[in-house]
């Protein structure tokens, strides 16, 4: 247990999260060895069941075309997570051939485990988010991942996103507490509903801001804050509506263009829930939109200059699924902006 620990609290992206989680985390890992060289995914047909952190050794990942030739051969070492990105983006299956090394050790976590942790905390997902973005500005891994034997299923979630309504997808209820409330008591109920922001209300039950895990931990932890002073001196007030009505792809554009991560959804004139940028990215896994996080992680002009050689490849794909120009504009708009 505490090797598994101390193992996590060394490891990207499962230093980040809080200790609490560290340690639920390091009690729910299986320790598994390869003893021989082992084939452990096969592209495009195996499903994921968890993700594999490599503790010993090393991973061979690559693609295989109809030709049985490896492409983008890539070595996972000590640190490396295997199977994230199949389980958020790739229906589950795995996207690359895998092989362990002889010896090889990893730290096995459930899928449904994993998914939890990526729902919850905003900056993990984004981790495994940016990574994917990245990945995808490579033209043969891009090429890969669109030829997968689940590009149906992708292209159907292409096809919700630019018609289905936000009514139809779901959100999560309202977790709240009053202004006056002192900051440890909103970050304990925050613990008791497994959520990454809590939404403040004042006297008159009206929403004033809200606070999420990173804001107790840059304005609280960070700055020392006394956590018996009341929630509403450290709350973020700019708070981004929507309503019920709006569909998915309209609710995402909004989250990118307000650099917003959570967005209140309204309906009848009464906010009956929210929303999380990762839980609607995390269900988008051929949309374009996916393109947008990871714009957002660019960190040369260089960088940016061969993302934006990507956006003609997008409005195609957009236009050959039927979308209407005026969505189309607003896309590319947006990637514009962000």
């Known amino acids: 247990m505490e090797d598994k620990l101390k193992f996590l609290k060394a490891t990207a992206p499962y230093s980040i999260l809080p200790d609490e989680i560290q340690s639920s985390l390091a009690d729910a890992l299986e320790e598994q060895i390869y003893q021989e060289y082992t084939q452990v995914f096969v592209q495009g047909t195996q499903k994921v069941k968890g993700i594999q952190i490599i503790v010993e050794g090393n991973f061979e990942t690559f693609f295989v075309d109809k030709n049985n030739t490896r492409h983008l051969y890539e070595i996972y070492d000590v640190g490396s997570t295997c199977g994230g990105i199949s389980i958020l983006f790739n229906k589950r299956k795995s996207l690359k051939t895998v092989f362990a090394k002889a010896e090889t050790k990893v730290y096995f976590l459930p899928r449904k485990t994993f998914k939890s942790i990526c729902g919850d905390y905003e900056d993990f997902f984004d981790y495994f988010a940016n990574d994917f973005g990245k990945r995808m500005l490579n033209d043969e891994y891009a090429h890969f991942y669109k030829n997968n034997s689940s590009i149906e299923d992708n292209y159907l979630v292409v096809d919700q996103l630019y018609s289905s309504k936000l009514k139809s997808v779901g ?43 990173i804001t107790l931990r840059d304005r609280v932890v960070a ?76 960190t040369s002009s260089e960088e940016l200059k061969a993302k934006w050689q990507k956006v003609p490849a997008i409005v195609s794909q957009l236009l050959e699924r039927g979308v209407h120009a005026e969505i189309v504009n607003e896309v590319i708009t947006t990637i514009a902006d962000t």
């Open 171 to 213: 959100y999560r209820n309202i977790v709240d507490c009053y202004d006056h409330a002192p900051i440890f008591e909103a970050a304990k109920k925050m613990a008791e509903h497994k959520t990454s922001c809590l939404f403040i209300k004042n006297s008159v039950d009206q929403y004033i801001g809200f606070v999420t895990d």
């Open 223 to 298: 700055a020392q804050i006394n956590p018996l002073i009341p929630i509403s001196e450290v709350i973020d007030e700019n708070i981004i509506s929507i309503s019920a009505d709006a569909y998915v792809y309209e609710a995402i554009l909004l989250m990118f263009s307000s650099k917003s991560r959570y967005l209140l959804v309204e309906d009848d004139g009464k906010f009956v829930g929210f929303l999380s940028r990762n839980r609607l990215l995390s269900e988008q896994t051929k949309s374009p939109l996916v393109f947008i996080q990871s714009v957002k992680s660019a």
